[in-house]
């Protein structure tokens, strides 16, 4: 289990993604869970700027369900906050992470089934202070 990051702004919430980011290899799954307003996108720019990725390119893919952002390695931002138990299981998700991928799933306490390793957890929630960020990587 991790020691919790405090986060006080948006910026600090980035950079906590950027260290992450930093120690992510291909395959690797990020699952990201918060309420709304968490700070779930945020901590996406900064997993991109980790990978070496401009995360000025990072928007919420709410709308569009997964956005792609291609560089030395790709990063699939995928939001499930809209979908149905079924079109989760449609995305075949683990398909996203054939080459050099790392994927990062907003709202992934609607999948609606298990994913393997390597798997990161994220779970950001609001605090009367700002945010407190949780790391734990799943076992294999």
Known sequence: M????????????????????????????????G????????????????????????????FTIVQEYRGPVT?????LYRLSSREVA?????????????IAIEWAERLPYSLRPPLIDVRLETTSAGRRITVERQAD
Do not use: C, W, Y
């Open 90 to 102: 449609d995305l075949a998700l683990e398909d996203l992470a054939e080459g050099q991928t790392v």
């Open 2 to 33: 991790s020691v919790p990051i405090e986060s006080h702004s948006e910026a600090e919430t980035i950079e906590a993604g950027r260290q992450l980011g930093a120690s992510l290899h291909p395959g690797d799954i990020v699952l990201l869970h």
């Open 75 to 79: 990063l699939q931002h995928v939001d």
């Open 35 to 62: 309420d709304l307003g968490a700070g779930k996108t945020a901590f996406v720019r900064g997993l991109a700027a980790g990978l070496g990725l401009d995360p000025n390119e990072v928007t919420s893919p709410t």
